[in-house]
């Protein structure tokens, strides 16, 4: 079994920052990546930032220059440094581990409220 452990979330004034923490656990080996995805309300869960197993990391349009992604290895943990932040970014936060030839695996979630 895999767990994911999400952090970080809470209500924001537009402009501020917010660390988001996910760690995992449990049988865990052959990582590939984890990351982020976001889903607001009415909306389509959207990929909002991606570490994968080599370093690389990719980030949505909407996210690039304002949040970045980076990983502990040794602690299973990804995290989601979000700056300057928008109402836009409202959303449930859900945090993902993609292990080779193993279905992907969600965290729990956690909301993020950016206020204007």
């Known amino acids: 079994q895999v767990r994911l452990v999400e952090s970080g979330g809470g209500l924001v004034q537009a402009g501020g920052s917010l660390r988001l923490s996910c760690t995992a656990s449990?049988?865990?080996?052959?990582?590939?990546?984890m990351g982020w995805y976001r889903q607001a309300p009415g909306k389509q869960r959207e990929l909002v930032a991606v570490?994968?197993?080599?370093?690389?990391?990719n980030y949505a349009d909407s996210v690039k220059d304002r949040f970045t992604i980076s990983r502990d290895n040794a602690k299973n943990t990804v995290y989601l440094q979000m700056n300057s932040l928008k109402p836009e970014d409202t959303a449930v936060y859900y945090c993902?581990?993609?292990?080779?030839?193993?279905?992907?695996?969600w965290g729990q979630g956690t909301q993020v409220t950016v206020s204007s």
């Open positions: 993902y581990i993609d292990l080779f030839l193993r279905p992907r695996h």
């Open positions: 570490f994968s197993s080599g370093g690389s990391t």
């Open positions: 449990g049988d865990i080996f052959n990582l590939n990546a």
